[in-house]
Each structure stands twice: as C-alpha cells, then as structure tokens.
C-alpha cells in the first residue's frame, strides 16, 4: 500500500445474491440482536479529515472479510503524524458499518481519529485533556467519527444501544469515540 494507489477507485460492488447460505459459525455475535442476518455485504465510506483520503469499500462479503480491501481501510485509518500503519480490528469495522446502516445516513463518516502510535498517543496525552495513555486507539480498536447529515447525539445514542464497546461522547471536538473494548460510556 503506497499513497498513489488510487484506493478511492474501489466502489461498492452489489451483491449478486441477496441470501448468502452459510453453515459457518459467524465470526462473532453481537450479544443483543443479530444485525448480520440481513446481510449480503458490509461495506464503508471514510474519509479522512487530516489527509483529505476516502475510502468506499466492501470489506466483507460471501460470509469472509477481504484483507486487501481491510488493508485499504487500515491505510486511510493510519497515524497522519508519523504515517505508521497497523492492524484495524475488523470488529470496529463491523460496528461502524452496522451503526451507518441503523442510522441510515448517506455520507460517509468524517474520521477524526483512527490508529495512533504510541509516540502519537504519547504526545497527545502530556498536551491535552482527556487522552487515556493506554487509549484502543493505539491497537486498531478505536476510532473518533462523525457524520454530515447526523447529529452527534445520534451516534452516541445508537453506538451505546449496539452495546459492542466504548462509547465516548466530545460534542465540544465535534467526534464520537467508539470502540470494540469494554462496554462503558463516558
Ligand atoms: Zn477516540
């Protein structure tokens, strides 16, 4: 993956079959509903806001994850400051995803935050408020997003109803944190 791989060229491919029978055992379950059942495809829109790079992509489909098209996301998600990547959990990815379908937006989410090194992390937590010096962030567990045509209070609310994870709440910065830890709201 390099910065003139045109990645934004990938574009949602419509499933050809509606019901895709699976006798695999899902990878994980969400405790409260099974969203997934309704599913052919899980796709995402990023974009950026420190880079100005998108990503419209299908990440999993016929009941398997597409590492090349994780990687793409995983290039978008990466440290802006330092440019490192790393592994994104393909679970936060099914939350979001499952989050964009239930609030029925047609953007694609604003990403403030995706990875952050450890040096990133580092530096942000002696200079600001509010940065936990063991954040999720540092392990591809944690994103910070919004979304043009929702209210934040929206993404809040609907992120807390999933249960997946942490939910963190930073109307002032103008992002929701969500991530794929402990289930907990702050
Ligand atoms: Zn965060």
Redesign the pocket.
């Known amino acids: 993956m390099h910065p003139s791989d045109p990645v934004t060229r990938r574009t949602i491919i419509k499933a050809g079959v509606a019901l895709i029978a699976s006798t695999a055992a899902p990878a994980f379950a969400y405790p409260r509903q099974n969203y997934r059942s309704v599913e052919a495809i899980r796709s995402l829109h990023l974009h950026n806001i420190h880079t100005g790079e998108s990503i419209k992509t299908v990440y999993w489909e016929k009941g398997s994850y597409n590492t090349e098209a994780i990687k793409d996301i995983a290039y978008i998600l990466r440290d802006y400051r330092t440019n490192d990547m790393y592994d994104i959990e393909p679970r936060l990815l099914d939350v979001i995803s499952h989050m964009h379908r239930l609030l029925g937006s047609h953007k694609p989410y604003e990403v403030i935050?995706g990875y952050r090194s450890p040096r990133t992390n580092e530096m942000l937590y002696e200079h600001s408020k509010g940065v936990n010096p063991n954040s999720l962030?540092m392990y591809g567990k944690?994103i910070?997003v919004r979304l043009n045509d929702r209210g934040l209070s929206s993404l809040r609310h609907t992120a807390m109803a999933m249960r997946q994870g942490g939910v963190?709440y930073y109307p002032a910065s103008g992002f929701v944190?969500i991530d794929v830890g402990p289930v907990k709201h702050w």
């Open positions: 935050s962030h944690a910070d963190g944190h």
